[in-house]
């Protein structure tokens, strides 16, 4: 008598696979449990089983019986008194008995008819996909065989009960595919270019394949274009250099890079060819002609060879309307005075010496001063530099362009205030303000007598520094409409409206008249007025009773750096490091409305100007930030000293 423990999920499960294994039925079988556990996700049964030899007793005699052999289901009927014989069906076999489909446990005799059948394939199969990219450049092979097996019962001992069970009888496997057939298969998909042959032999192996590069088109390569290597900075960038503490060095703004005589200045170099490329179903992709690049030379320079460019004297490279020339350098070994006269150079001028009293220095490009400039002017298309100081001096940088943002900004002013003046205008018809028989040109003028009176004064000082012959038609209007008695010459509030239609028209020609932005840099200035179309850099001790003016930013390079009287006006930001005095000196520091204000202190009596917004301050402080939050507000950060 033998004793087993088995396990499972339950205990009919426990008893059901021992009846499995003993191919005995439960009646055959004694157990008992040792082990229940019902978990909330898991479950567990033990038994230990006794296996009942019952094969002496009568009862067991009359019971019927099957058995299982070389696959052939014979079947013994019970004797009187006795239980039928019974199949236990699994799911992979289908069994009929008497006709009617079996699942689960099916009493069987001598007599039924039963029909085994197992769920097999018809034959064996083989199956090949192609799948290519979008680009139509590759080619993936996926191949798949599935073998057919035959089955057939599995032989079992006698007993009351038996569970089927099948074993594969052989097994028929597909053909392997061929070189040959996977090339038909390839040229059925209309692939027929750069298959791969190392790989078109894997497909023969009869393993599975998935997504196997079998086919690779070549990639077009475009011609390169001529490129021209040049030898100097072709970018008027002026950006500053920071040392590796993140300090910025503001003495670090590029001013000339000169050149000696037969420097290279350009190269030429011919573009790679390239091919043509070729898909997998074996189409031609055409490449892209190289573009041909011709190298260009102005004064200063000449031709090495077909392809390098050289000078021919020394001076500043530079790179304009696609043209490389070399403007020449005008030095001053000395002091501009009476001796020299004044300078006015189309190119670069360095002076090593001071600009003396009442002298001019003009340039086309860029002007360099070492030493100091006193009560003279100085005026450039370019940068700007003097190493010292500027006394009761006169310094323009951007040439034109800072008359020409000089117009703009009162263009701008005036544009405004007339298409105040004309909704004024109207609101005073609207309300009847001025009585019924005032004619529009009569309320036009009351107003610039009164709320906008500043509007006839802005048109004479526009009028002071423009181009009288370029803005004739303005001029005229302004002459005619606004100043004096002109206002009672309008007859209809729309002549204002094509007033401010010519300023925005004039305003958009002023702009487009504008170059690249130019810098001046001076060490300090006193009495002096200093202008800018692009930044004002103060790299000394400050400024004392001037007028600096910049289209961009003013920055007093050093912390402790004076500001101290007359106005310092920019765009966007001003970076001061002492505004003012202790005895109050006033200082007006303005920028427009997006616009920021920094110092470092700021004594009573100064003025912080942001758009049509005015602070003054009226006690010392420190850690100063002024700036228009998103409500509109003026703020002014600081620390009182």
Not at 332 to 357: A, C, P, Q, R, Y
Not at 419 to 434: D, F, L, P, R, S
Not at 520 to 536: F, L, M
């Amino acid at each position: 008598m033998d004793k087993e423990i088995i396990s499972g999920t339950t205990v009919e499960e426990c008893l059901e696979k021992a009846c499995s294994k003993y191919n005995l039925s439960k009646n055959n079988i004694k157990y008992e449990v040792i082990e229940v556990k019902n978990g909330l996700f898991k479950k567990r049964a033990s038994i230990e089983v006794e296996i009942v030899d019952n094969s002496n007793e009568e009862n067991n005699k009359k019971d019927g019986n099957v058995e299982i052999l070389n696959g052939k289901i014979n079947v013994k009927d019970p004797e009187e008194g006795g239980e039928c014989a019974k199949i236990v069906v699994p799911s992979n076999i289908g069994v009929q008995i008497n006709g009617k489909e079996v699942k689960g446990t099916g009493e069987i005799y001598n007599s039924s008819d039963i029909e085994i059948y197992f769920h097999e394939i018809e034959k064996p199969e083989r199956k090949v996909a192609i799948n290519t990219s979008p680009d139509k450049m590759n080619a993936y092979i996926s191949i798949n065989y599935v073998n057919k097996n035959v089955y057939k019962l599995k032989d079992a001992l006698a007993s009351n009960k038996v569970v089927l069970e099948s074993e594969i009888l052989r097994t028929e496997k597909p053909p392997m595919y061929t070189k040959e057939e996977i090339l038909e298969i390839l040229k059925a998909s209309n692939i027929n270019y750069g298959i791969i042959s190392d790989n078109l032999l894997k497909c023969t192996s009869g393993e599975e394949i998935i997504d196997l590069p079998i086919a690779q088109g070549v990639k077009v390569e475009n011609d390169e274009d001529d490129k021209i290597e040049f030898k100097f900075s072709i970018k008027k960038n002026n950006k500053f250099q920071e040392n590796q503490n993140g300090k910025i060095d503001f003495k670090s703004i590029g001013f000339i890079n000169a050149v000696e005589e037969g420097t290279i200045l350009a190269e030429r170099h011919a573009g790679k060819e390239g091919h043509d490329g070729r898909d997998i179903y074996g189409n031609v992709i055409k490449k892209k002609s190289g573009k041909i690049v011709k190298i260009n030379i102005g004064e200063g320079c000449e031709f090495k060879n077909e392809n390098v460019v050289v000078a021919v004297r020394k001076g500043e490279p530079i790179y304009t309307g696609n043209k490389i020339s070399v403007i020449a350098i005008h030095e001053v070994n000395s002091d501009v005075d009476l001796k020299t006269g004044n300078i006015k150079f189309v190119g670069d001028v360095f002076i090593h010496g001071n600009v003396s009293e009442s002298m001019k220095v003009e340039s086309e490009h860029n002007i360099k001063i070492d030493k100091n400039v006193q009560n003279a002017t100085v005026s450039a298309n370019g940068n700007i530099i003097i190493e010292k100081n500027a006394i009761f001096s006169n310094i323009f940088g951007g040439g034109q362009d800072v008359f020409v943002l000089k117009q703009l900004e009162f263009l701008n002013t005036i544009d405004l205030n007339i298409k105040n003046i004309i909704e004024a205008v109207g609101q005073v018809k609207h309300y009847n303000i001025h009585g019924k028989g005032s004619t529009d040109g009569q309320i036009l003028k009351a107003l610039l007598e009164g709320k906008f009176r500043l509007l006839p004064r802005l048109c004479e000082k526009f009028i002071e520094i423009c181009d009288m012959e370029a803005n004739a038609d303005i001029v005229n209007f302004f002459k005619s409409k606004i100043i004096g008695m002109g206002p009672l010459n309008v007859e209809n509030l729309n002549e204002l409206d094509d007033l401010a239609l010519l300023c925005e028209q004039k305003v958009t020609n002023l702009k487009n008249m504008l170059s690249v932005p130019v810098d001046v840099s001076v060490g300090y200035c006193q009495n002096s007025k200093i202008e800018s179309s692009g930044n004002i850099f103060i790299t000394g001790k400050g400024e004392y009773i001037s007028n600096l003016t910049a289209r961009n930013n003013i920055i007093f390079t050093n912390d402790n750096s004076v500001a101290r009287g007359g106005t310092i006006k920019a765009k966007n930001e001003i970076k001061c490091g002492v505004i003012g005095s202790i005895a109050g000196v006033s200082t007006k520091i303005q920028v427009e409305r997006h616009g920021n204000i920094y110092a470092e202190i700021a004594y009573q009596n100064t003025r912080f100007v942001i758009g049509n917004k005015e602070h003054v301050v009226e006690n010392p402080c420190k850690g100063v930030h002024v700036y228009i939050n998103k409500d509109d507000e003026l703020i002014v950060d600081k620390l009182l000293l």
